[in-house]
Nanobody, 115 residues
Framework: QVQLVESGGGLVQAGDSLRLSCTVS????????VGWYRQAPGKQRELVAR???????NYLDSVKGRFTISRDNAKNTVYLQMNRLKPEDTGVYYC?????????WGQGTQVTVSS
């Protein structure tokens, strides 16, 4: 019933910026939290940023000060603004949303940062 679709990934150079978007098939204010995860080949999927329904944010230490998560409830969309990108930011970025006892995932969008 719940579908999440990411967009906005691409190939950029170190120091550049990207904005990822995640469109959700239902009202995002109905979720306890929304977030972005990323996964590099051979690595575990890791939390990049999370935003609760109350407005609290959490960030991976390595992206603090560079990435910002936000949402537009009217558009059912979650964003991840990524500035001053580094090669170690490369990976597939996945949108995530959760309710009590339920977790939903998008298909992912590739972000590649060259040196």
């Amino acid at each position: 019933q719940v579908q999440l679709v990411e967009s906005g990934g691409g190939l950029v150079q170190a120091g550049d910026s990207l904005r990822l978007s995640c469109t959700v098939s239902t009202s995002i204010f109905s979720f306890n939290g929304v977030g972005w995860y990323r996964q590099a080949p051979g690595k575990q999927r890791e939390l990049v940023a999370r935003l609760t329904s109350g407005g609290t944010t959490n960030y991976l230490d390595s992206v603090k000060g560079r990435f910002t998560i936000s949402r537009d409830n009217a558009k059912n969309t979650v964003y991840l603004q990524m500035n001053r990108l580094k090669p170690e930011d490369t990976g597939v970025y996945y949108c995530n949303a959760n309710r009590p006892f339920s977790v939903y995932w998008g298909q992912g969008t590739q972000v590649t940062v060259s040196s």
